[in-house]
């Protein structure tokens, strides 16, 4: 072991060499950290590269939510329907419980962890910015949201060709709610994020995300069929503005993707709900902003 001290006068620090070798290859950049993170974070929201227990959860709801998908296909094929009894964005809204309650279990995981442990200020360290972490974060747990969803519903599209039914007609709806659930698990996503890097404990981050998607949305929903029975239209319409779930319902009414809501969603209202449901989004991800840059700024 050599002493690199400095004999000079006033010089007290000690720096020894360990004899650890020196790393001397290429030095990635921002994006390669940044598609790691991402990469990392998809895994993890499954729970691969964890521990046995932590897939448990994750692939149980996502079996849950593929399986009457499955028997669907099944009914279909066997008995030769001429249409699928459910259409692709109608499915997603039914296993609506399912796919919040993943996200609720799962956002803590990429949130709050490193809060909690206060790792986070070594992702921090040069050259990770704060809006990086975010955004890599959110991106991760948006897919997670969208794989869970579309898995499903690529099934049940598997299962409308094996009958035989109408190519061109599929692909239309088929797109249609692909696009809807882009757009719900970004709305997700930042939701459940947002929570989970306030609430430091997974217990209060799920509680708080469950509060936010399935409780809120239970009460819009009797809400708006309570106006709609009272003739109050508009305001069954406008209500729906305040929740992800009757957002894309209503988007997937005025779209004619294949679900009723209590009062159609038409005319100037389907620029309004396209418009809350981006800034939403937007407000989520400046607010996943501003929380880990202040915390990788202590």
């Known amino acids: 072991m050599s002493d690199l001290t400095g004999s000079g006068p006033g010089r007290t620090g000690v720096i020894h060499d360990l004899g650890y070798r020196h790393y001397d290859g290429?030095?990635?950049?921002?994006?390669?950290?940044?598609?790691?993170l991402f990469v990392t974070g998809l895994r993890h929201a499954y729970g691969l590269g964890r521990s046995g227990k932590s897939k448990v959860m994750p692939f149980l709801l996502l079996g849950m939510s593929v399986l009457p998908a499955a028997i669907v296909v099944g009914v279909v094929v066997l008995t030769g329907l001429d249409s699928l009894p459910i259409s692709y964005a109608d499915y997603t809204n039914q296993t609506q419980l399912l796919v919040s309650l993943f996200a609720a279990a799962?956002?803590?995981?990429?949130?709050?962890r490193d809060l909690r442990y206060r790792s986070i200020v070594l992702y921090l360290a040069r050259p990770l910015a704060a809006p990086i972490f975010a955004l890599m974060r959110w991106f991760?747990?948006?897919?997670?949201?969208?794989?869970?969803?579309?898995v499903p519903t690529l099934l049940l599209f598997l299962g409308?060709?094996?009958?035989?039914?109408?190519k061109s007609d599929q692909v239309t709806t088929l797109l249609k709610a692909l696009v809807l659930q882009v757009l719900l698990a970004m709305l997700i996503a930042g939701i459940t994020g947002l929570i989970s890097s306030v609430s430091l404990r997974r217990?209060?981050?799920v509680v708080g995300s469950v509060m936010?998607?399935?409780?809120?949305?239970?009460?819009?929903?009797?809400?708006?069929?309570?106006a709609s029975f009272e003739d109050a239209d508009?305001?069954?319409v406008a209500v729906g503005l305040f929740s992800p779930w009757s957002l894309f319902t209503g988007l997937a009414n005025a779209w004619d993707a294949g679900i009723e809501t209590p009062v159609p969603v038409d005319g100037?209202?389907?620029?309004?709900?396209?418009?809350?449901?981006?800034?939403?989004?937007?407000?989520?991800?400046l607010g996943l902003v501003a929380r880990f840059r202040k915390v990788g700024s202590r």
């Open 268 to 285: 100037a209202w389907v620029p309004a709900y396209a418009l809350v449901a981006l800034l939403l989004v937007a407000g989520c991800l």
């Open 106 to 112: 799962q956002a803590p995981v990429l949130f709050s």
């Open 140 to 150: 991760s747990l948006t897919l997670a949201v969208l794989l869970f969803m579309a």
């Open 212 to 226: 936010a998607l399935i409780v809120l949305t239970g009460v819009i929903n009797v809400v708006q069929n309570i």
């Open 160 to 166: 409308a060709m094996l009958a035989g039914l109408d």
């Open 234 to 236: 508009s305001a069954s």
């Open 26 to 36: 290429q030095r990635e950049g921002t994006g390669a950290i940044a598609r790691t």
């Open 203 to 205: 217990g209060f981050a």
